[in-house]
């Protein structure tokens, strides 16, 4: 059975999850939640994911969530499909865990905060408190001075292969740019990195949108 993944297509969770299926080249069939009409929080989707979130996988019957935790589970199942995204000998695979870690607790929290003060607001008509956003950014560019010393030492933040540490910071990173920040361009180690994974074919197919890439399987035919 082709993999389905639930989620809004722009939402930055679901391109997180997007991505990585098309590294793997695994296909999938995308099936667009209806969250501004509360699909997300009606009965049939809490039974799928309980905390009302978006996206969730059904992989035959397997029911996942947490982008993050799908992403592993997708580069973990298919390990010698497409690109490889998670080490497996010791010393590689503990970088990159600590590298996945590192994006988790110090990168995602200041970006989604600054990428949220501007776009919640401009979506209310509102204007955007600058005060708020200048405090994320310039916690954030103290997070990414960090950043660019470690990429000064190797391509990528767990070394020198790509790792799914990096693609997770995709949806923040580049929705930074989308609302006006050139913080991923101010350093030079940060922005040769992210132009890098931000070039790569499988972030350009997501990037505006995630769309299945197997036939729907409950289209009208």
Not at 95 to 122: C, G, H, T, W
Not at 136 to 142: E, K
Request: aromatic letters at 10%; charged letters at 25%; hydrophobic letters at 35%.
């Amino acid at each position: 059975m082709v993999l389905k993944l639930y989620g809004s297509r722009r939402f930055a969770c679901t391109r997180r999850v997007g991505v990585v299926l098309h590294e793997k080249k695994v296909p999938f069939e995308f099936i667009e939640v209806d969250w501004q009409n509360g699909e997300h929080k009606s009965p049939a989707y809490l039974d799928k994911q309980p905390f009302g979130q978006i996206p969730y996988i059904d992989d035959g019957g397997l029911i996942l969530y947490e982008s993050r935790a799908i992403c592993a589970y997708i580069a973990t199942k298919y390990p010698n499909q497409g690109t490889v995204l998670i080490p497996t000998q010791l010393k590689a695979n503990a970088l990159y865990l600590q590298a996945a870690s590192i994006e988790v607790s110090q990168f995602n929290d200041p970006a989604e905060k600054a990428v949220l003060e501007v776009m919640k607001k401009r979506a209310q008509g509102k204007t955007p408190d600058k005060a708020v956003y200048d405090i994320h950014i310039a916690r954030l560019r103290t997070i990414l001075e960090v950043y660019d010393k470690i990429l000064g030492k190797q391509r990528y933040l767990a070394g020198d292969d790509i790792t799914l540490a990096d693609l997770y910071h995709l949806p923040y990173g580049c929705a930074l740019t989308d609302i006006g920040s050139s913080i991923m361009e101010e350093m030079p180690n940060v922005g040769r990195w992210f132009k890098d994974i931000s070039s790569r074919p499988s972030w350009q197919k997501v990037k505006d949108g995630v769309t299945s890439t197997a036939k729907c399987s409950i289209c009208p035919r």
